[in-house]
């Protein structure tokens, strides 16, 4: 068996926005800042993941998620890669919510 399942607490770096998808189904996407932090060499990492939320809690998540917001997130990962502009090899991480929760 296979399992693929991330749990984040970050802060949301922007207002969750409401959406819908080419089968008129509605999501809600923002983006969640999660920090880490190294003891012995005195750095903090950021890592930015964009999340989606689908079904019947993606109009809560529009309603409440508002930028600076400590969120927990527990869903599965998507990696997209792409080409910028400049024909640059990019990648972003995006997570399917299966649950969340505002902790403000």
Do not use: C, H
């Amino acid at each position: 068996m296979n399992v693929s399942l991330l749990f984040l607490a970050g802060r949301a770096t922007k207002d969750a926005e409401l959406l819908k998808s080419k089968s008129d189904k509605e999501f809600a996407k923002f983006s969640l800042a999660v920090k880490e932090y190294n003891a012995k060499t005195k750095e903090e990492k950021v890592t930015y993941f964009d999340i989606v939320v689908f079904g019947k809690t993606a109009t809560k998540a529009f309603e409440r998620v508002k930028k600076g917001d400590m969120v927990i997130i527990q869903g599965k990962p998507e990696v997209n890669a792409y080409l910028s502009k400049d024909a640059e090899a990019k990648a972003s991480i995006s997570v399917l919510a299966d649950s969340w929760q505002v902790l403000n």
